[in-house]
Structure formats: C-alpha cells, structure tokens
C-alpha cells in the first residue's frame, strides 16, 4: 500500500479489497510490467500503460514478456514529504476493455 495515495481514501479502499479478493483466490503473485519502463519520462507521464501478470497456487518458472497480461492504466502524482510518485489512479484501457468479470471483481 506504500506506492498508492494514502489520502485517496476510494482508491486506498480498492486496493485493500483486491487484496482480500486475491487472498481469497490464493493468487500467490501480482505484479505490475511496465513494458519499456526505463524510457518512459515520469516528469511527462502522468498515465502510464502496464500490463498486470498474475497466477493462482503455483507461478510458471519462465517470466512473460513485459507487455503480456492483463492491460491497465496507472496514474501516478508527485506526493508525499519527499516528492515520490504514488498510484492517485487505476483503469481500463477502452481499447482493451477484458471479458468482465475479471475472479477477484466477485464480491
């Protein structure tokens, strides 16, 4: 919860809950792939593209490529005492909108 915006109280309350979903799912990983990450410049993205890698119980021993998984969009702000970027927002892109529900969008 350290990278999202503590004082985004919605989006501090969507994280929490996709977390007890994926616990919930026994989905043993989550991670965010920014693709090219390192050649994007964050003084002028504000909304970056990332694709969200994901298994249940036991995770393949190769890694995907980068731009595989689930595609979402992270808006990111300059926050914080030391001016770190911290996630102030979370979506779909509309070109690429997944079959819904998604399992952890199961209440």
């Known amino acids: 919860m350290a990278a999202v915006a503590p004082e985004d109280s919605k989006l501090v309350e969507?994280?929490?809950?996709?977390?007890?979903?994926?616990?919930?799912?026994?989905?043993?990983?989550?991670?965010?792939?920014?693709?090219n990450a390192p050649t994007f410049d964050m003084a002028a993205a504000r909304r970056v593209p990332v694709g969200v890698q994901y298994c249940f119980a036991s995770c393949p021993a190769a890694a995907a490529p980068p731009d595989a998984g689930l595609p979402l969009l992270l808006d990111f702000e300059?926050?914080?005492?030391?001016?770190?970027?911290?996630?102030?927002?979370?979506?779909?892109?509309?070109?690429s909108?997944?079959?819904r529900p998604l399992p952890w969008e199961h209440a």
């Open 97 to 99: 909108e997944p079959a």
């Open 14 to 35: 969507h994280y929490h809950a996709l977390y007890r979903q994926l616990r919930g799912l026994h989905v043993t990983r989550w991670d965010y792939t920014f693709g």
């Open 78 to 95: 300059r926050r914080g005492p030391e001016g770190q970027y911290l996630i102030a927002g979370i979506s779909t892109p509309q070109d």
